[in-house]
């Protein structure tokens, strides 16, 4: 069984000045910067058939590059607990038609629609039984980042082998967006 997810990769400088954002949270557990992406689509545990159907669907994808900046953080939370604290992906509707794209891609290939609701965000960390109270001074202190504008010009199948310390990602194949 593959666990796999689509997503964009952010270029090194933005992982590195996101990465700065990586302390000052009690109970939590940092996002690496080589790991740090913009999920476009979690597929999770497929077999490789169906991987290699996902995979035959998303290389008819097509878009454009895309201008994508990082403006602020948020959270994730569920009976006052945050889940996790990421950075809020600004992008124009490139970054909603391509996503669109992508479900409607991974359906075909016979996966169930995706029912939540589609938030870019990078990841920054993952947190266990930690009040909104706690992080809210975080996020205070740190809402005004920002990185970029960057152009993203391909979007890329992930596999995600599950560790200690956190998941690895290995890029299984990259689709681009043609100008």
């Not at 990185?147 to 890029?171: C, D, K, N, Q």
């Amino acid at each position: 069984m593959l666990r796999l997810f689509v997503a964009l990769e952010l270029p090194e400088d933005v992982r590195r000045r996101t990465a700065m954002l990586s302390a000052g949270l009690p109970d939590a557990r940092w996002v690496a910067p080589e790991s740090m992406h913009i999920t476009l689509r979690f597929i999770g545990e497929v077999d490789e058939y169906v991987a290699e159907d996902v995979d035959s669907e998303l290389v008819g994808v097509r878009g454009r590059p895309i201008q994508i900046t990082l403006d602020g953080l948020g959270c994730f939370e569920s009976r006052d607990r945050v889940r996790a604290v990421w950075a809020r992906v600004a992008a124009g509707e490139e970054l909603t038609q391509l996503q669109r794209s992508i479900e409607n891609a991974v359906r075909r290939a016979g996966l169930a629609p995706d029912t939540h609701k589609y938030v870019p965000h990078v990841t920054l960390t993952r947190l266990r039984r930690v009040s909104v109270d706690v992080v809210a001074p975080y996020l205070a202190h740190n809402g005004d980042f920002r990185a970029g504008p960057f152009e993203v010009g391909h979007f890329t199948l992930f596999r995600s082998h599950m560790g200690h310390g956190g998941s690895h990602y290995e890029a299984l194949a990259q689709y681009d967006l043609v100008g």
